[in-house]
């Protein structure tokens, strides 16, 4: 969109019923209001103000469904660092359920704006900010600044360019789960063509980026899934991105997965974003020496390691966390943006997608809210605003 047709949509004002928040949100995702009340009636993602900004914001823990309100809120002055971002589109991920419900390990002041992740467009500047500028494409290197909002005002560090000639989609989902599955698959095992990873929850933003990175590069993958009724649908998708083999769970512990290693050498490396019986599964199936890397725990249950593992094939257990990676790496630019560019060029060649998606419009947020939360739901639910 040009610089002037995004001029004429800020003069425009949304018509909401009153508010009683009168003061600013911070770009650390701090509501500043007192009183806000929730917006009522319909809104178009279309219009928003200078002034303004809609989001969807929880000022208790607790189920998202009940704590989380659509609100209007007051956007601070832009000060000579920070920048005013409209927000275009915003997944809703495990992540920001977690940290609605309070279990996630950042802690947030309360009232908060919920959501980390998400791919917005700068309309003005301050005066010193050099590393963006009005028109870029930007997402947000760290977590908990919140996303599920129209309009922004963050600060100029917070904000990474993104090339606009990639989808919306792919744009508003790169900055988590590609990263995840980009550092996992380089940082832990050198991994050369021909060789094996395995991981559960393959259907997952991670698992898909796994399956996507790995086949570009020419690693295969061994991908395990629960039963489901659309199973077969599910592994037809998964193979279209290059899946080498998708299995269920409970074949991970049946004499055929031994077929596979005749095909195949065994794994060097296991990614685990389930935890319980199902990490304890794929430590079974590693080489000697491979490294299973936990990012995520599903299950909520602990991950068992049998002793056998440690002694005779001395595997390596680690965990990832993209977000402390980023905030290791603040101060390396090229690290986070080499990254990127990577992904990104994956992305145009057609080998890395956006993960099965289903965008909602904000007004319908308890919809996306309660399809996040479901079983057996392999489409990330994606915000627009």
């Not at 909602?360 to 990330?380: C, E, G, R, T």
């Amino acid at each position: 969109m040009e610089v002037w047709r995004l001029a004429r949509v800020l003069s425009r004002r949304l018509s909401l019923q009153s508010s009683a928040c009168g003061a600013a949100l911070t770009s650390r995702s701090r509501v500043q209001c007192r009183g806000a009340t929730g917006l009522q009636g319909n809104t178009s993602r279309s219009y928003f103000s200078a002034t303004d900004s809609t989001a969807l914001v929880y000022r208790r823990h607790g189920e998202p469904s009940q704590v989380v309100q659509l609100e209007t809120l007051r956007l601070p002055a832009l000060e000579a660092k920070s920048a005013l971002v409209k927000m275009l589109a915003a997944p809703v991920n495990p992540s920001d359920i977690n940290m609605i419900q309070g279990t996630y390990p950042i802690p947030l002041d309360l009232p908060a704006v919920g959501g980390n992740e998400g791919v917005g467009q700068v309309l003005e500047v301050g005066s010193q900010v050099q590393t963006v500028k009005v028109g870029d494409w930007v997402i947000l290197r760290d977590t908990g600044l919140g996303t599920w909002r129209t309009a922004a005002v963050f600060n100029e560090d917070d904000l990474v360019t993104v090339p606009s000639d990639i989808s919306l989609l792919s744009a508003a989902t790169l900055g988590v789960n590609p990263c995840t599955a980009f550092r996992m698959l380089s940082d832990f095992e050198s991994l050369s063509p021909g060789d094996t990873v395995i991981q559960n929850a393959a259907n997952s933003g991670v698992g898909q980026a796994v399956i996507q990175i790995a086949a570009a590069k020419g690693i295969h993958t061994i991908n395990i899934v629960r039963d489901r009724p659309d199973l077969q649908q599910l592994t037809d998708r998964l193979k279209a991105m290059g899946a080498t083999y998708v299995i269920k769970e409970e074949s991970l512990r049946k004499p055929e997965i031994k077929d596979i290693f005749k095909v195949y050498p065994q794994p060097k490396l296991a990614f685990n974003g389930v935890g319980g019986k199902s990490a304890t599964e794929l430590l079974r199936h590693l080489q000697t020496g491979g490294t299973m890397v936990t990012y995520g725990g599903m299950a909520k249950q602990p991950v068992t390691v049998p002793v056998s593992a440690l002694i005779f094939k001395d595997v390596k257990i680690r965990g990832f966390w993209v977000t402390q990676w980023k905030r290791d790496n603040k101060h390396d630019g090229d690290a986070l943006s080499v990254m990127l560019e990577e992904l990104c060029t994956l992305i145009r060649a057609g080998k890395l997608s956006a993960p099965f998606c289903t965008e909602v419009d904000m007004k319908d947020f308890h919809k996306a809210l309660d399809n996040a939360m479901k079983p057996y739901i392999s489409s990330k639910q994606i915000l627009v605003m």
